[in-house]
């Protein structure tokens, strides 16, 4: 039973490698922004939002609009207001997944107990509250831009990739990064509303330790799943199972990196904040790059 992280940040953390990030890492984020220019890396949310089959899309419900007002509803003073209500998954679009996401051997991060996760309550450890906002050093390793175009489904990003990107950017990964990968997936095929999730180009395990071992607060891509589908042979979501669950990094899936990468740009400030859902296994966020 691998245990990498376990009991390293105390028995009972449920934050796991975001502290990583202390007041140092944020003030030395801070430092990187030169341009002050503000880019989201985020996927729009609507009802036409790609999910896989097994998750349910975003429904958007207006409770008053101004068909009511046309249809003869009151307006004391004048006053009128529009007001509506969003049903969705949490694992939609730009997501970041908890550290209760993913799990083996019936035990999570820091050996909490898989069963602790129960519809009728969530997760009671490690759930998506207990994350907190990310604010740190992110850092752009663009793997499409070294090989010049978008990767194939199914190609594995080794850590060869990696160390070439880097090169490129001319960056060194580190303590407490915010590490986003591009794959070229989303400009290829993630933004179109027909999206196939049976394959993608990812990091392979070698790859996903790697960047662990670099004591990174956070990993993320361009791409559904962070890692390669399809799984190497006897494999069901390795990086998912060893980064979240034995080195408690989260995963942030669905980014949209282009733009970034096109502003030449390597390493920036990095913002973002999951809704805080008491016992969430993920969430919806808008990671924000300030350049």
Known sequence: M???AWQRWGTDDERGALNNI???EVQNATALVRSGRVLSLAQTLSPR?????HRAPLQHF??????????GARRPGGFQFAEDTVVLPLHIGTHIDALCHAWYDDALYNGFPGNGTRSTSGATRCGI???GPLVGRGVLLDVAGVAGNPLRNGAAIGPRDLEQAAQQARVTVGRGDIVLIRTGWAEHQGRAGNVAFDGEPGLDLDAALWLAERDIAALGADNFAVEVIPFAPGTVFPVHQRLIRDFAVPLIEGLLLHELATTGCQEFLFIASPLPVAGGTGSPINPIAII
């Open 62 to 71: 207006m409770a008053r609009d101004g068909g009511d007002y046309a249809a």
């Open 49 to 53: 939002t790609p999910v896989p089959p």
């Open 2 to 4: 691998s245990r990498e």
């Open 129 to 131: 509250d207990k994350m």
């Open 22 to 24: 202390g007041p140092a």
